[in-house]
């Protein structure tokens, strides 16, 4: 969970970073640079607002629910043997017989 939070928060900056650009007048501590990133943050968080409200208020069908907790209950767990068996097969390969 905390390389995906780290991920989000580095694709957000990004993001910021590339939607406001500084103008060569503008210095970084200038109140008009603020106010730029300020209304880029505010405008993305009010998107990703109704984004998860849009999903909430959408009905799923319970079966169809039901399959895809069972399918990435699976799917996990043979993730989770896949990356043991292939972690045990690197200390091997690294540590020697």
Not at 30 to 55: F, T
Request: hydrophobic share 40%.
């Amino acid at each position: 969970m905390g390389s995906r939070f780290l991920l989000a928060v580095f694709l957000v900056l990004l993001v910021l970073g590339c939607e406001v650009q500084a103008t060569p007048e503008d210095d970084p501590g200038s109140p008009a640079l603020l106010d730029k990133v300020q209304q880029s943050l505010y405008r993305y968080w009010d998107s990703a607002k109704e984004a998860a409200q849009g999903l909430y208020s959408s009905k799923f069908l319970t079966t169809v629910d039901e399959k895809l907790r069972d399918t990435y209950s699976k799917s996990s767990a043979a993730m989770s043997t896949y990356a043991g068996i292939f972690t045990d097969q690197l200390l091997l390969l690294l540590k020697g017989e």
